[in-house]
């Protein structure tokens, strides 16, 4: 499914239990106060876990990848910034590291490739239990290296956000409002990535130290 309607999408994606919901709302909060018309898409997969009391099958990941890909279409066709908490990207992630499947990477790519700008959660948060949706602080790392790998076959550059409390906060505002500027006659609009392109080991030092 193609992303469709003229609002700017922001896409936030990382590991579990690394801030993805609190920032997206508070994301959508601080432009919402701006007076721009912003929608928050909450992951569908959450409310999938709430209602049937389980995590999905493997049979049930591409309905859930296809219903948060709609979701967030349907925003961006009605307001200016849609606010995405998760992608079809993480779906096809969690395919793979729980079923071994790797049939949903093509066509979460592709949607992601409609995404005008992607955050990425540092894994610098201490992990926290969530009911059905979390499996420990063990798959953080593969699950981060999973979405990177992803996101460069994509072609998507990402921001990674880091810090506690009001600076992780700050920090997702500050690479929203750069993504937002006019682009220049002569230059496409602002992004930014790491210069070792993504490698996770430029960023050991935001994690917590032993």
Not at 17 to 27: R, Y
Not at 55 to 75: D, G, K, L, N, S
Not at 79 to 99: G, K, N, P, Q, R
Request: glycine share 6%.
């Amino acid at each position: 499914m193609e992303q469709a309607g003229a609002g700017m999408i922001v896409a936030i994606v990382g590991a579990e239990s690394t801030g993805k919901t609190t920032l997206a709302a508070g994301l959508r909060d601080a432009l919402a106060a701006e007076g721009r018309r912003a929608a928050l898409v909450s992951e569908y997969l959450r409310e999938f876990c709430d209602r049937l009391h389980r995590t999905p099958v493997q049979a049930e990941q591409a309905h859930i990848a296809f219903e948060q890909t709609r979701r967030i279409a349907a925003a961006a066709a009605t307001h200016d910034v849609v606010i995405a908490d998760t992608s079809a990207l993480m779906i096809a992630v969690y395919s793979e590291l729980v079923f071994a499947d790797t049939s949903l990477y093509a066509e979460a790519e592709a949607a992601h490739r409609h995404v005008d700008l992607t955050l990425l959660t540092a894994l610098d948060l201490p992990w926290q239990a969530d009911g059905h949706q979390r499996d420990g602080e063990q798959v953080r790392e593969p699950v981060d290296a999973l979405v990177r790998a992803s996101l460069q076959r994509a072609g998507a550059a990402f921001s990674v956000v880091s810090g506690q409390g009001d600076d992780r906060l700050s920090m997702a505002i500050k690479a929203v409002q750069r993504a937002l500027d006019p682009p220049s006659p002569d230059g496409p609009r602002w992004q930014w990535v790491c210069e070792r392109c993504g490698d996770i080991a430029c960023e050991r030092h935001l994690l917590p130290r032993s």
